[in-house]
Antibody, heavy 120, light 107 residues
Framework: QVQLVESGGGVVQPGGSLRLSCAAS????????MHWVRQAPGKGLEWVAV????????YYADSLKGRFTIPRDNSKNTLYLQMDSLRPDDTAVYYC?????????????WGQGTTVTVSS | DIQMTQSPSSLSASVGDRVTITCRAS??????LNWYQQKPGKAPKLLMY???SLQSGVPSRFSGSGSGTDFTLTISSLQPEDFATYYC?????????FGGGTKVEIK
């Protein structure tokens, strides 16, 4: 079945780095754009970034100010989120989500999320 | 950036009630509007896309309408499994934006 599984979350100190992974299965990964969306404790959903199906186009939330990057490896069916210069307000559950086949900014499959805590 | 405003932020309703949630965009987004349901501790789930199209597997008691700047999600007869938080999301262009959410609670 179609599945997305995130990993790589954990506790990191302010200013540190972390790389999240999202392993895809059950569909042709290279046909879909992929997103990261985060949710701070008790808050709503915040879109983080999207990468096109072939990896040639990437877009980010303005609030990230260049601290995050969203690469993908289609040969490994894996999406990544490289997070640098982490701040306490980056603490959140991070979800990866699949872009729709006819609307790449629609998110039709979601992973279960991985928790990132930025704290000293 | 285009802002998405949902109302109400929360509501209390009983099983069997008709529930309507509103989402307003700060600019015209045509019908590039999706709705998601999120239950506590779970990932969001796509309910409706393109404002009024039901995602596969979603019960027909859910419906969506609207175009331009004003949109609604309606649950015709609230069921126990529908108590959750609902988010609208515009898919018109990047940056993607979500509404603030509407929490549907049991009365």
């Amino acid at each position: 079945q179609v599945q997305l599984v995130e990993s790589g979350g954990g506790v990191v100190q302010p200013g540190g780095s972390l790389r999240l992974s999202c392993a895809a299965s059950g569909f042709t990964f290279s046909n879909h754009a992929m997103h990261w969306v985060r949710q701070a404790p008790g808050k709503g959903l915040e879109w983080v970034a999207v990468i096109s199906s072939d990896g040639s186009n990437k877009y980010y939330a303005d609030s990230l100010k260049g601290r995050f990057t969203i690469p993908r490896d289609n040969s490994k069916n894996t999406l990544y989120l490289q997070m640098d210069s982490l701040r306490p307000d980056d603490t959140a559950v991070y979800y990866c989500a699949r872009g729709g086949i006819n609307s790449w900014l629609r998110m039709d499959v979601w992973g279960q999320g991985t928790t990132v805590t930025v704290s000293s | 950036d285009i802002q998405m405003t949902q109302s109400p932020s929360s509501l209390s309703a009983s099983v069997g009630d008709r529930v309507t949630i509103t989402c307003r965009a700060s600019q015209n987004i045509n019908n590039y509007l999706n709705w998601y349901q999120q239950k506590p501790g779970k990932a969001p789930k796509l309910l409706m896309y393109a404002a009024s199209s039901l995602q596969s597997g979603v019960p027909s008691r859910f419906s969506g309408s609207g175009s331009g700047t004003d949109f609604t999600l309606t649950i015709s007869s609230l069921q126990p499994e529908d108590f959750a938080t609902y988010y609208c999301q515009r898919s018109y262009a990047t940056p993607v934006t979500f509404g603030g959410g509407t929490k549907v609670e049991i009365k």
